[in-house]
């Protein structure tokens, strides 16, 4: 028997996918006061193949596991690639393409976001935006000039 859900009427804020971005905004948004409806078409990121490093390599072997877990998009042909298609891993469940893509976190480096501040978009300097970052970390090392620690991203 499936767990009834409580029925909610109305909400603030409905975000759609729960992926990094998504759980991110929504948490932020709920941990502020607000009401919010987090939308998600995927079920749970519970199984071992998700939470075991490694294991995702089943899912993008699988295809009956792939198309469960994977929106099933690609690339438009890429020329230098003989004209193939290449897979976009799009992730359908909690915790979005995150939870499909091996468990990763990888921030940009500095020069990536001073080349864009240097373009003229003004507060993307990696001054800028390392508040944010820090921000969202749980650094396994704890708080420094660089890492932050209490986020919700280990």
């Not at 409905?14 to 502020?32: K, P, Q, T």
């Amino acid at each position: 028997m499936a767990k009834s859900q409580p029925q909610v009427n109305e909400a603030e804020y409905v975000v759609v996918g729960a992926g990094s971005a998504g759980c991110a905004v929504a948490g932020r948004l709920a941990d502020a006061g607000h009401s919010v409806v987090l939308l998600e078409a995927g079920g749970a990121d519970k199984s071992m193949m998700f939470r075991t490093p490694g294991m995702i390599t089943m899912i993008h072997a699988e295809p009956k596991l792939k198309a469960k877990f994977d929106w099933g998009y690609y690339h438009v042909p890429q020329a230098n690639l003989n004209n193939r298609k290449v897979p976009a891993t799009r992730g359908r469940l909690m915790g979005g393409s995150s939870s499909v893509n091996g468990m990763i976190f990888v921030r940009g480096n500095r020069a990536d976001f001073d080349s864009r501040a240097d373009e003229g978009n003004k507060g993307w300097a990696y001054d800028d935006v390392l508040a944010t970052y820090k921000k969202l970390e749980n650094w396994e090392g704890g708080a420094s000039d660089y890492r932050g620690s209490g986020g919700p991203v280990q």
